[in-house]
C-alpha cells in the first residue's frame, strides 16, 4: 500500500472546546474533495461531534467542516436501523466497535451492536458509495437526517433525492442549497420525517450511492452517474487509494523511525484535504460553480473552506512546490470570487467570513505572481484585486482592509479605532509589501516604489523603550495603562506582545535595526521567558493560551502567528540555533489521537511540519525564496510538481556553514538541495 499505510487519520482528533490537539475530523475523502465523511459519536449540539475515545454511534456524517470555530454547512448523517424508527440522536444511537473500526483516508468500516450490521464507506468526489449489511433480513432501514430545513422525495428511476440548507455561516444570496442524489440497489418504501426520511426494505445487504451538488438536483444525478455509476464499493475505494498514493508518492523517506513517517504521511494527507474543491463540471464538461452573490451557476473553478490568515504562512508555500498547477487553479478560483463579489476574501466557508486580521489573501497571489505560476493575464487581474484592497475602503467590515483610510494617514491604525490594532496594522504593512512585489514583477516600478514605503510603517508601533510593538491612539501616543507583555488580547490577536512583535516577515534586517542589532538577544529572552499569560481582553483562558502552556514556551508554535519565530534566528545568519529549536518543536508532534500542538486550521500547522522536515521555511511569501534549516529524516526523495526530483540528505547538512537562504527557482529545478542551498562565503581575516 505504499505510504498511504502511514496515514492515520485519527491523529490529532481528540480535541474539546478548551484545549486542541488539532481539532481535525478523522475524514474519509478523495484530496480536495468536495464531500467528507467521519463518524459522529455525540453530536447534542455541539461541533465536537467525533472523540476517538467515544464508544456509542449516532451515525455516518457527510460533513464540510474547516474547523470547530468556522461550523459547517452542508451536512447530513446516515446511519441503518432495524425494527422501531427513530431519527433523534437520543434515541438512535448505539455502542459501536470503535476499537474495530477501519478509517482511513479512502475507506470507512464499523459495526453497529444494537441494531447488528456492518457498514462500509469509499468515496467519490462529491459523495460515496456506501454499504449495509445487517444479520438478518427484515424491516432494515437506511435512514438521512439533516439538520436546519432538509427535505427528500423520491423521483422518478428510483432516486431519492432532496437538499438541505443548514449552514453555519450566511451567504451573500441568502440560502445555501446542497442538493443530495441516492439510489439503492433493492426495493424500498420511504417513511418521512422532519428533515429526514428512512428508506425500509427487507434484505440484509443494501449498497447505495449518494452524490451532491450545490447546484442542482440534475448536476447530483449528473455528479453520481459521472462518479459513482455502476462501480462498485470496492472499485471505488481502489481508485481513491490510488489517488492518494499518487500524492503520497511524492515524497519518499529513508528513515528508521516509523512513527516520525507516521507523523510525515498524516501531515500530507490533511495538506492535500484543502482548500475544498467547490466547483463541479456540467455535462460539456466545463466547470460551474455556485455564485455566492446571486445564487445561480456560474462558469469557472472555486475553492472553499480556507482561512488565509492561517493557510498563506505554510500550506501554500508547500503547495507551490508540490503541486504547482493546482496552486494557479485554487488562485483563479479566488478571483472568481473577487470578479463576483468586487472584494477578495478572507475567510471561505463556503462563502467569505470576515474575520481574522489583514487580508491575507494577499500573499497567496502575490506569491503566485511573483512565482509565475499563472499567465500574464491571470497575474495583471489579480494585481488589479490586491491594489483594490490597498486603495480603496469598504464600508464592509468583512471585505476589503480594516480602517484603510486611517492606516493610510497615520501611518498605523489606531488602538480605537479597531481591535487587534498591531496586528491589523503588521498585516497592512505586510500585505502592502506584497502588493509591492507584484507590482515590481508585473513592471509597475511607481506604484512598487510607494508600497515599498508603506511597508515600512511597522516601525511607527515599535516601542524602544518595552521592545515591543504596541497599540497606539490617532494622537501617536502609546496605550497609556501600565503595559504587561504577558496580556493578550487588546491589541494582540490570539497572542500578547510576545507572539506579535516579531511579525515582520518582510523586512527581517530593519525589524533588527530597531532592536539596535540585538534582535537575536530578544529572541533568546523570548525563548527563556516564563510561561505565564494574562487574559486580557478575552476576559477568561482561550484554547491558545491553555496550549502556549502545555507546550512550555512562549515561542507557542502550537498557533500561526508564531511559524515563523525560529527562523528568524537563520534570517539573522545562524541556520544552527533555527535547526536546534525546529528539532525540539517538532518532537511536538505525534503520531497518536493528540498527535498535533494546536489548531490544525487547513493544512497550515501540517504543512509546517512538512515544510520543516525538509529543511525549508517560506518566510515572507511574495519573496521567492525559502529560509533554511536542517531537515528532520535521514534522507528524503521529493518528486516535485514540474517532474523534478529533490534530493534531501541529511548527513550534507553543516548548519554551521549553509547559507540561510534559497531561490525558489533554485529548488524546483531538483537535484541535491544541500548543493543549491551551498556555504557561506568565509569572511576574510
Known amino acids: 500500500m505504499g505510504n498511504y499505510r502511514y496515514v492515520n487519520t485519527r491523529l490529532g482528533t481528540f480535541n474539546t472546546r478548551r484545549f486542541s490537539n488539532g481539532n481535525v475530523l478523522p475524514l474519509t ?4 474533495g468536495m464531500a467528507s465523511f467521519t463518524i459522529q459519536n455525540e453530536k447534542s449540539g455541539d461541533r465536537w461531534f467525533y472523540s476517538p475515545h467515544s464508544k456509542s454511534f449516532e451515525g455516518i456524517r457527510l460533513t464540510h467542516r474547516p474547523s470547530p470555530w468556522m461550523g459547517e454547512y452542508g451536512n447530513l448523517v446516515i446511519t441503518g436501523q432495524r425494527g422501531k424508527l ?24 464499523g459495526y453497529v451492536y444494537r441494531d447488528r450490521y456492518t457498514f462500509e464507506l469509499a468515496p467519490v468526489n462529491s459523495g460515496a458509495k456506501i454499504r449495509f449489511v445487517f444479520s438478518e433480513e427484515g424491516e432494515n432501514r437506511v435512514n438521512l437526517i439533516g439538520d436546519d430545513r432538509t427535505e427528500f422525495v423520491l423521483s422518478n428511476g428510483g432516486w431519492v433525492t432532496g437538499y438541505t440548507t443548514s449552514s453555519a455561516n450566511p451567504v451573500p444570496c441568502g440560502e445555501l442549497r446542497e442538493y443530495f442524489a441516492v439510489r439503492l440497489d433493492v426495493p424500498f418504501t420511504a417513511a418521512f420525517g422532519k428533515n429526514a426520511v428512512s428508506l425500509l426494505f427487507s434484505s440484509k445487504r443494501v449498497e447505495f450511492g449518494l452524490a451532491t451538488s450545490f447546484l442542482s438536483e440534475e448536476q447530483a444525478k449528473l455528479n453520481y452517474r459521472r462518479e459513482i ?43 492535500f484535504l484543502w482548500p475544498r474543491r467547490f466547483y463541479e463540471l456540467d455535462e460539456a464538461g466545463r466547470a460551474v460553480h455556485l455564485n455566492m452573490q446571486t445564487g445561480e451557476p456560474a462558469e469557472g473553478v472555486m475553492y472553499a473552506d480556507n482561512g488565509f490568515w492561517d493557510t498563506y504562512r505554510t500550506l501554500f508555500p508547500y503547495l507551490s512546490l508540490m503541486d504547482a498547477p493546482l496552486y494557479a487553479e485554487m488562485a483563479e478560483g479566488f478571483l472568481n470570487y473577487y470578479r463576483e463579489s468586487g472584494w477578495l476574501p478572507k475567510w471561505l466557508s463556503p462563502a467569505n467570513v470576515g474575520c481574522m486580521p489583514g487580508n491575507l489573501i494577499e500573499a497567496v497571489l502575490a506569491d503566485a505572481v511573483v512565482k509565475e505560476l499563472v499567465p500574464k493575464g491571470l497575474a495583471e487581474e489579480m494585481f488589479s484585486a490586491m491594489l483594490k484592497d490597498g486603495e480603496v475602503p469598504s464600508d464592509d467590515p468583512a471585505t476589503g482592509r480594516v480602517c484603510l483610510e486611517q492606516y493610510r494617514k497615520y501611518g498605523y491604525i489606531p488602538y480605537p479605532s479597531a481591535k487587534e490594532s498591531v496586528n491589523e496594522t503588521l498585516d497592512c504593512c505586510y500585505g502592502d509589501y506584497c502588493i509591492a512585489r507584484a507590482a515590481e514583477k508585473l513592471g509597475k516600478k511607481d506604484i512598487a516604489e510607494r508600497y515599498y514605503g508603506y511597508a515600512r510603517n511597522y516601525r511607527n508601533l515599535f516601542d524602544p523603550a518595552t521592545g ?15 503595559f504587561d507583555s504577558y496580556r493578550w488580547g487588546f491589541d494582540y490577536t490570539e497572542g500578547s506582545a510576545w507572539q506579535s512583535s516579531f511579525s515582520v516577515y518582510h523586512d527581517v534586517a530593519g525589524l533588527d535595526a530597531l532592536y539596535g542589532g540585538k534582535l537575536r538577544e530578544k529572541l533568546d529572552e523570548l525563548l527563556a521567558a516564563p510561561v505565564y499569560y494574562d487574559v486580557g ?37 545562524d541556520v544552527k540555533r533555527t535547526a536546534e529549536l525546529v528539532e525540539e518543536l ?23 511540519y512538512l515544510l ?11 519573496r521567492p525564496d525559502f529560509t533554511t534549516s536542517v531537515p528532520l529524516f535521514r534522507r528524503m526523495t521529493v518528486k516535485l510538481s514540474n517532474g523534478n526530483e529533490l534530493v534531501i540528505d541529511r548527513a550534507r547538512y553543516d548548519a554551521e556553514r549553509m547559507n540561510s537562504h534559497v531561490a525558489y527557482a533554485d529548488v524546483m529545478r531538483g537535484g541535491d538541495l544541500s548543493e ?10
Open 676 to 685: 543549491l542551498i551551498g556555504r557561506k562565503k568565509e569572511k576574510k581575516a
Open 468 to 482: 515591543f510593538m504596541r497599540g497606539k491612539d490617532e494622537a501617536g501616543n502609546f496605550r497609556k495603562e501600565p
Open 29 to 32: 475523502a478523495v484530496p480536495h
Open 229 to 271: 455509476g455502476e462501480h462498485s464499493l470496492e472499485e471505488l475505494r481502489d481508485s481513491a487509494r490510488e489517488e492518494w498514493e499518487r500524492y503520497l508518492s511524492r515524497v519518499q523517506i529513508e528513515d528508521g523511525d516509523e512513527h516520525r513517517k507516521a507523523v510525515f504521511y498524516t501531515c500530507m494527507f490533511h495538506a
Open 586 to 608: 517538532s518532537a511536538l508532534f505525534s503520531d497518536g489521537f493528540e498527535g498535533l500542538p494546536g489548531d490544525e486550521d487547513n493544512g497550515s500547522l501540517s504543512s509546517w
Open 612 to 622: 520543516s522536515s525538509m529543511g525549508l521555511y517560506q518566510m515572507c511569501p511574495s
Open 86 to 109: 427513530f431519527f433523534g440522536e437520543d434515541e438512535r444511537w448505539s455502542a459501536f466497535d470503535a476499537r474495530g473500526c477501519i478509517l482511513e483516508p479512502a475507506y470507512q468500516r
Open 537 to 573: 481582553s478575552y476576559g477568561a483562558e482561550i484554547h491558545e493560551m491553555s496550549e502556549m502552556a502545555v507546550e512550555g514556551s512562549q515561542c507557542a508554535i502550537s498557533n500561526q502567528p508564531s511559524f515563523h519565530i525560529p527562523y528568524l534566528y537563520s534570517e539573522l545568519g
